[in-house]
């Protein structure tokens, strides 16, 4: 089992920063990769940012690009989102999200919530305009 949880989130004014932070805990030794993913209301989740473990592979959805840095500690067992320019369509519940390699993940399944094993509960983050 692993446990993911998130903080740093918060309101803020359109153009402004925020920094989001995921502590795992638990079976993490197995990590396969890691994502952000984020939730308005009305919609559907939708991926934002991943990155593997071992720190080579990072991708990021176009809306985000640009604008979002996902990155990791592994001695800390962190994940970061800083996230810059923010725009109010940014405003959604951010989750993080873990895939275990011996859940049978492929590399190309970080775009999808099936794609993971395990979800945090959630930050909202709101952006004024």
């Known amino acids: 089992q692993v446990q993911l949880v998130e903080s740093g989130g918060g309101l803020v004014q359109a153009g402004g920063s925020l920094r989001l932070s995921c502590a795992a805990s638990?079976?993490?030794?197995?990590?396969?990769?890691m994502g952000w993913f984020r939730q308005a209301p009305g919609k559907e989740r939708e991926f934002v940012a991943a990155i593997t473990w071992s720190g080579l592979s990072i991708y990021y959805a176009d809306s985000v690009k640009g604008r979002f840095t996902i990155s990791r500690d592994n001695a800390k067992n962190t994940v970061y989102l800083q996230m810059n320019s923010l725009k109010p369509e940014d405003t959604a519940v951010y989750y993080c999200?873990?895939?275990?390699?011996?859940?049978?993940?492929?590399?190309?399944?970080?775009?999808?919530?099936?794609?993971?094993?395990?979800w945090g509960q959630g930050t909202q983050v709101t952006v004024s305009s």
């Open positions: 999200a873990l895939a275990d390699r011996f859940s049978g993940k492929t590399s190309s399944s970080y775009y999808y919530t099936s794609g993971y094993d395990y």
């Open positions: 638990g079976r993490t030794f197995s990590t396969y990769y």
